[in-house]
């Protein structure tokens, strides 16, 4: 039950309507908006520190025309980033801007999130890079907590979809010259959603775009800043157009290794070994990424995180997408020029067994070894 007290809204423990649901078509879930009960706010002083946040009723959030966020795509207060992040190897500095993760409803009736500390610190790393002050993990991880256990009767039930829980850092301070912006705002809201494909769990049919790239050396494309998002719209309206899922790109020095697909990362399976691109400065550093690779080194399988060129799409078994939004999705074919090569996909694939043991232990179906499971 949220009370309000103090002028602020506050979590204050169950009785029995909170487990009622909300009214939601639970069978036709995509991933769209249904507008939830409450979203998560903090905003930062001028010292770049994040004061006490709170819980309000959801609903539009009000900027000045000058916002930072709307005119250059952000934005720093007095504040050293490099503080919080030195104990981070070079090749993931320049990388973080709003996050992605979800909540789950296990069989048993308890209340799941997944991994928030890595999304805490790629926001932390992103923040770097955008010179945008940023919360604390302990911030971050309390206020997708909050929110998540405020909208619970929107977290759908197993297995019919999840809370999709978007953190946002933008810079909401109004200025005109290019600078990092005088004020920074932190919003947590979330969304009950289902597939993120309209393909649903069939798959994917990529094709590997030529002309437009994702991201540049020395760009942003390392970190969830939200300028890696609109420049590949018309990459995917073309695509999809021609009836394909989405596309997968090129590195755009050299038009000759692969990076990831628009909304998420893409992995080869050729016997026992699994290759992905390494995360050198163009690769989002996904959380499903990290957490697929250290369950197939855990499951006998050799994890090679490495230049990958084109040209051997031609030859894997297998191919798939991971990502937050996407899951682990199957690819059942890429078409690369004037060639289109089909996969193996299916209930004995590499895949759906990596699948089935990331599932397990977010729906809590899978002891969770590992201590990536929070519960709420
Ligand atoms: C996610 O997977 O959480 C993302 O942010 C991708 C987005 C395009 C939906």
Redesign the pocket.
């Known amino acids: 039950t949220l009370i309000e007290a103090f002028g602020f809204l506050l979590f204050v423990g169950g009785d029995s309507s909170e487990d009622e649901y909300a009214k939601v078509d639970w069978d036709n879930l995509g991933f769209g908006i249904t507008p939830v009960d409450y979203m998560y706010t903090m905003k930062c002083s001028s010292d770049g520190k994040f004061e006490q946040g709170q819980l309000a009723p959801y609903g539009n959030v009000h900027l000045s025309p000058s916002a930072a966020v709307l005119n250059y795509g952000q934005a720093s207060c007095n504040f050293n980033p490099f503080s919080i992040i030195e104990n981070f190897p070079d090749c993931v500095r320049y990388f973080g801007l ?1 996050e ?1 993760t979800k909540a789950y409803r296990t069989e048993d009736g308890r209340l799941l999130l997944f991994r928030l500390d890595q999304n805490a610190t790629r926001m932390k790393m992103g923040a770097d890079r955008l010179c945008m002050a940023c919360p604390s993990s302990y911030q971050f991880i309390d206020a997708v907590k909050q929110t998540a256990l405020a909208n619970k009767r929107w977290i759908p039930p197993r297995g019919k979809g999840t809370l999709y829980i978007r953190p946002l850092l933008i810079g909401s301070g109004a200025i005109l010259g290019l600078a990092p912006a005088p004020e920074y705002t932190f919003l947590v809201y979330a969304s009950p959603v289902g597939n ?1 494909f309209k393909e649903g769990l069939k798959p994917l049919n990529l094709c590997v775009e030529e002309e437009f790239h994702r991201a540049t050396r020395g760009g942003a494309g390392g970190v ?1 800043s939200i300028t890696n ?1 609109a420049p590949v719209l018309k990459a995917m309206a073309r695509a999809k157009s021609r009836g394909f899922s989405d596309v997968l790109y090129l590195d755009s020095a050299n038009k000759k290794n692969l990076e990831e697909v ?3 990362n893409i992995f080869l399976v050729k016997g026992n070994i699994i290759s992905t691109p390494a995360t050198s400065g163009t690769i989002l550093q996904g959380v499903t990424r990290r957490s697929i690779i250290e369950i197939a080194l855990d499951h006998g399988y050799q994890v090679e995180e490495r230049a990958i060129p084109v040209d051997e799409l031609m030859d894997a078994d297998e191919v798939f997408c991971t ?4 899951g682990v999705a199957p690819v059942g074919s890429i078409t690369y020029q004037d060639r289109r090569v089909e996969y193996n996909v299916g209930e004995e694939s590499v895949s759906q067994k990596l699948y089935s043991i990331l599932e397990g232990i977010k729906t809590g179906v899978i002891e969770d070894k590992k201590g990536w499971t929070i519960k709420i």
């Open positions: 709003y992605g993120y969830k998002y628009s909304s998420c990502g937050t939004a996407v």
